[in-house]
């Protein structure tokens, strides 16, 4: 059974770090793309950054370049959003994805992903 796990969601304050993880099963993240996305309240989704099968494509949002870092674990098909510089906009659900389609294009587009997790609350503020 394909599932994605989110975890290490939470309250931080602006100007602070967090580290999210997405845990994979029933699949390899060798063999897929995966996304990072978020949703705030009273807005659509957004993608936030994303790295291919092989790991040689990542992508970062405008928003988020320079402050925000996509990384896996081979060994514990484990993927990582390690954020810093927190700002109360990026309070939201932050959830991740995987697509088999096209797993060695890296995309921020949400309807490109076929798998999704149930998403951790994120919320900066003071």
């Known amino acids: 059974q394909v599932q994605l796990v989110e975890s290490g969601g939470g309250l931080v304050q602006p100007g602070g770090s967090l580290r999210l993880s997405c845990t994979a099963s029933g699949f390899s993240l060798d063999d897929v793309a995966i996304g990072w996305f978020r949703q705030a309240p009273g807005r659509g989704r957004e993608g936030v950054s994303c790295i291919s099968s092989s790991d040689d494509a990542t992508d970062y949002a405008d928003a988020v370049k320079g402050r925000f870092t996509i990384t896996k674990d081979r060994f514990e098909n484990r993927m990582y959003l390690e954020m810093f510089r927190l700002s109360p906009e990026g309070t939201a659900v932050y959830s991740c994805?995987?697509?088999?389609?096209?797993?060695?294009?890296?995309?921020?587009?949400?309807?490109?992903?076929?798998?999704w997790g149930q998403g951790t609350q994120v919320t900066v503020s003071s």
């Open positions: 994805a995987a697509t088999l389609i096209n797993p060695m294009v890296c995309t921020l587009t949400s309807s490109d992903y076929d798998y």
